[in-house]
């Protein structure tokens, strides 16, 4: 069992479509990031949220930290097929020098 | 902007070769980490590195050592590898440690296979 884990695993949507992206832990986190991987490359840092209940936008991308710091989400408006990738969340424990990475969402926006 | 260079894209060994994976950064990073990402799974870290010389093991180090003779480049040893090692590989530093909010900065991994 993962400490931090994602759903859906697979998500395929058409161009213009919503979505949203679960990271779901019992544990509570001190900072949680999103990033986005592209095939054939490492993964790129989205957004680092690091105050419960905090809500980050960064374009058509919004990012919420659950109030109690165990969960987040990502939602992505009026999807682009840039949009695809593999999106993985990553939370710190105050403790520690570790990234706790989750399974990863693949997201395939179809044109 | 920071620049994560592993040495291989591809890499085929077999049964109980010893394999050298190695990463450089060129931005003067304290830190240094590498990841295993397998479907499903995410990334798991094997080994991290703080200074030079200075290692810690990660969350699944068996297998594996770890070398940091100069800041900019860590190197990941597998001794004897195995099928079960067959994976993406990715190196990735940090100015800092992973602290609260600390960017990781990833190179574009190597995919190894072993037969």
């Known amino acids: 069992t993962q400490l931090l884990e994602q759903s859906p695993q697979f998500l395929s949507i058409q161009e213009g479509e919503n979505l949203t992206v679960y990271c779901n832990s019992s544990s509570v986190f001190s900072s949680l990031q999103w990033y986005r991987q592209e095939p054939g490359e490492g993964p790129v840092l989205l957004v680092t949220?690091?105050?419960?209940?905090e809500v980050k936008k960064l374009k058509r991308l919004t990012f919420q930290f659950g109030d109690a710091r165990k969960d987040s989400s990502l939602h992505i408006t009026a999807a682009q097929p840039g949009d695809t990738g593999l999106y993985l969340c990553?939370?710190?424990?105050?403790?520690?020098?570790?990234?706790?990475f989750g399974g990863g969402t693949r997201v395939l926006v179809k044109p | 902007d920071v620049k994560v260079t592993q040495s291989s894209r591809y890499l085929v060994k077999r049964t109980g070769e010893k394999v050298f994976l190695e990463c450089v950064q060129d931005?003067?990073?304290?830190?240094m980490f590498w990841y295993r990402q397998d479907p499903g799974l995410g990334l798991r870290l094997i080994y991290f590195s703080y200074d030079v010389k200075m290692k810690e093991k990660g969350d699944i180090p068996e297998g594996y050592s770890v070398s940091r003779e100069k800041k900019e480049r860590f190197s990941l040893i597998l001794e004897s590898a195995s099928t079960n090692q067959t994976s993406m590989y990715l190196c990735?530093?940090?100015?800092?440690?992973?602290?609260?909010?600390?960017?990781?900065?990833f190179g574009s991994g190597t995919q190894l296979s072993v037969l």
């Open positions: 949220v690091v105050t419960g209940g």
């Open positions: 931005m003067d990073h304290e830190n």
């Open positions: 990735a530093s940090s100015l800092f440690g992973t602290t609260r909010g600390e960017k990781l900065f």
């Open positions: 990553a939370g710190h424990k105050a403790a520690g020098n570790k990234l706790t």
